[in-house]
């Protein structure tokens, strides 16, 4: 079965940093594009990055510069470096697989930016 596990959110302050990790498993992570989403209080769901098999990435503007995306293909894990963080970062982040055109998504990770 599909599984998309969400880690390293947590509190953080203005203009620090963090690191989202996205363990998969029950698909071959290889050959999915994966991506990073994320949805705030009274918000809608929003594309943070996206990065695919072979590597290309798209970020959102707002994450450009800020952000980085990646995945190691061996440990079957997605990453997003997230750096200078502003208070409108917070948002529960969320995984995203979509193995064979079918998407699945993680239960999420909660980041908060605040003083």
């Known amino acids: 079965q599909v599984q998309l596990v969400e880690s390293g959110g947590g509190l953080v302050q203005p203009g620090g940093s963090l690191r989202l990790s996205c363990a998969a498993s029950?698909?071959?992570?290889?050959?999915?594009?994966m991506g990073w989403y994320r949805q705030g209080p009274g918000n809608e769901r929003e594309l943070v990055a996206r990065i695919t098999s072979g590597g290309s990435t798209i970020y959102a503007a707002s994450v450009k510069g800020r952000f980085t995306i990646s995945r190691d293909n061996a440990k079957n894990t997605m990453y997003l470096q997230m750096n200078s963080l502003k208070p409108e970062d917070t948002a529960v982040y969320l995984c995203r697989a979509t193995p064979g055109g079918i998407l699945y998504w993680g239960k999420g990770t909660l980041v908060t930016v605040s003083s």
């Open positions: 029950g698909f071959t992570f290889s050959s999915s594009p």
